[in-house]
């Protein structure tokens, strides 16, 4: 008998039938024997229902008022569970975050788990009564509720199963696993059996939304085994593990990832002089936006060229900034880019393996595609192309990396 702690998304929730669905999910691993905790999102679109509706009143209200708004979504569907459950025979209560006790620090709309009372759900369990939680939500130090961000019930999963000490956390969702690549590019990626916790932070920082980024970041921190599987189709699902046991056949590269949302500034023209970097990035970092990728040459003249590339949504902020910077290093101009992307390969293999950068650059020049910008670290390596080429890059690196359905 395990004890599971499993997570049902926005989609799995979407309707009344859904809900009755989950219901027999969880009676059928009850009827197994084991004990469930169940954790739930809320109704799909209802978080961006209810955050509309607020900001439609006060655009710049408190955050904790929206917070008091946005966790209501996941409290309907807590209640609507546990009557579905007890329909179904099995005895359930519902808890929303605070009255389980899931404490989080004071930064509402983006809070952070600091300590769960596991009392009232593990007396639950030896009662037979099956806990189901509200996800995304919590209590702040004066009582207040707070959220996790969005997508944070698969946080408030992960949390539970470590605090619980859970033999897995199973995180169901509309997707029947992690895949190579984005199906919708490339069809034919394939569903992983197992990845690393450390690549699914990669994909899922790349742009790969199957899981929010900080509930496997606290999942790889605790070591909780994590699982994503569909609520809709029966099968194995992925499984995130610490284990990095590679043996001859696993392949090298686990994953491509892609971003279309960067955009790239290059600082024409400045003068090749120590504080050149600090002067541009400076001022771009005390505006509050985040750099990713960084490129600096220098020309026959002497004279460099610095680019850099930030997130869409800064990029304008980020283009006034740097005009502002280059008339006062007298560079010649900013000159800027928005229809680009990020591809990156992932996998834990090139840690041991040489070459895997080269036989990228290879795939890509074979197909005529250009690489604007490279950067790598120990288990990635990112290039930004021109967009018009992103999903011939993925399907070329996809299959020039073996990763298609059937190969392995
Ligand atoms: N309902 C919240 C959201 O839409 C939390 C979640 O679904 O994970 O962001
Ligand atoms: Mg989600």
Do not use: W
């Not at 932070?201 to 699982?227: D, H």
């Not at 599987?229 to 992925?238: A, H, K, R, Y």
């Not at 050149?276 to 220098?298: H, S, T």
């Amino acid at each position: 008998m395990a004890l599971i702690v499993q997570k049902y998304g926005g989609t799995s929730m979407g309707s009344v039938e859904r809900i009755e669905h989950v219901a027999s999910k969880v009676a059928k691993f009850r009827a197994e024997g084991h004990q469930v905790v169940v954790v739930v999102s809320a109704m799909s679109g209802e978080t961006d229902r209810l955050l509309k509706m607020a900001k439609s009143i006060n655009p710049r209200g408190s955050s904790r008022e929206f917070d008091q708004i946005a966790a209501t979504g996941e409290q309907v569907t807590i209640g609507l569970l546990a009557l579905a459950l007890e329909k179904a025979g099995v005895k359930a209560r519902s808890y929303t975050g605070p009255q389980v006790a899931i404490r989080t620090d004071t930064s509402h709309m983006k809070a952070r788990i600091q300590s769960i009372d596991t009392e009232r759900l593990r007396a639950d369990c030896e009662a037979g009564i099956t806990p189901v939680v509200a996800g995304f939500q919590g209590v702040s130090p004066d009582g207040s509720t707070a959220t996790l961000g969005r997508g944070g019930s698969d946080t408030t999963g992960v949390a539970l199963a470590a605090a619980l000490k859970a033999d897995e956390c199973q995180i169901y969702t509309d997707v029947d696993g992690v895949y190579t690549t984005d199906p919708r590019v490339e069809p034919k990626a394939r569903r992983l059996d197992k990845i690393t916790f450390e690549e699914m932070l990669e994909l899922a920082s790349l742009g790969s939304k199957v899981l929010q980024i900080r509930s496997v970041e606290f999942a790889g921190k605790y070591k909780v085994p994590l699982r994503v599987l569909s609520t809709f189709v029966d099968g194995p699902g992925t499984l995130i593990t610490l284990d990095e046991e590679s043996s001859v056949e696993d392949p090298l590269i686990s994953g491509i990832a892609f971003n279309r949302d960067e955009a790239q500034l290059t600082v024409a023209g400045v003068p090749d002089r120590p504080g050149i970097a600090a002067a541009i990035l400076g001022p771009i970092g005390d505006a509050n936006i985040e750099i990713d990728m960084i490129v600096q040459n220098v020309g026959a003249d002497g004279s460099t060229d610095f680019t850099f590339t930030v997130n869409r949504v800064d990029y304008d902020r980020a283009v006034e900034v740097a005009r502002h910077t280059a008339q006062e290093l007298g560079a010649k101009g900013v000159r800027t880019a928005t229809d680009i992307v990020k591809v990156s390969l992932v996998g834990v293999g090139m840690r041991s393996h040489a070459g895997i950068a080269s036989q990228m650059f290879k795939a890509l020049a074979a197909e005529g595609i250009n690489i604007q910008m490279i950067s790598t670290s120990e288990i990635k390596i990112s290039v930004v192309i021109s967009e018009k080429y992103l999903e011939l890059a993925v399907r070329t690196l996809h299959k020039s990396f073996g990763l298609e359905a059937g190969t392995t």
